[in-house]
């Protein structure tokens, strides 16, 4: 059974950098595409970005993080990490990771599917000057 531990989430000012990790057990995250959501106090959960199954290079960002996240894929260490540049204090919120989700497919982002997706619990990130 596949399971996800998101890491890397910490407090940092405007303008700072963070890599956030989804690390991958029980099964390869190879066969599935793997998104990244968040979900500030009092909004909705909202897609920031994905990343299809190995092979098929296709990723996709939300409009509000395009030119400053970078998602990818670390085959060695089963994970897909986020890289976040330019925070900002809109970009406060709960990380979660979460992989082949049928959520992922109409963001452009293709692998296996699982009828009980797994989702991590989440790493907290906080900008804040």
């Known amino acids: 059974q596949l399971q996800l531990a998101e890491s890397g989430g910490a407090l940092v000012q405007p303008g700072g950098s963070l890599r956030l990790s989804c690390l991958g057990s029980g099964r390869t995250l190879d066969y599935y595409a793997v998104g990244w959501f968040r979900q500030a106090p009092g909004k909705e959960r909202e897609e920031v970005s994905c990343i299809s199954k190995r092979g098929t290079a296709s990723t996709n960002y939300a409009e509000s993080v395009k030119g400053r996240f970078t998602i990818s894929r670390d085959y060695a260490k089963n994970a897909v990490h986020l890289e976040i540049n330019d925070l900002k204090p809109e970009d406060t919120a709960v990380y979660y990771c979460?992989?082949?989700?049928?959520?992922?497919?109409?963001?452009?982002?293709?692998?296996?599917?699982?009828?009980?997706?797994?989702w991590g619990q989440g790493t907290q990130v906080t900008v804040s000057s």
């Open positions: 979460t992989a082949g989700s049928t959520l992922l497919a109409p963001l452009g982002c293709y692998g296996a599917t699982e009828v009980n997706p797994p």
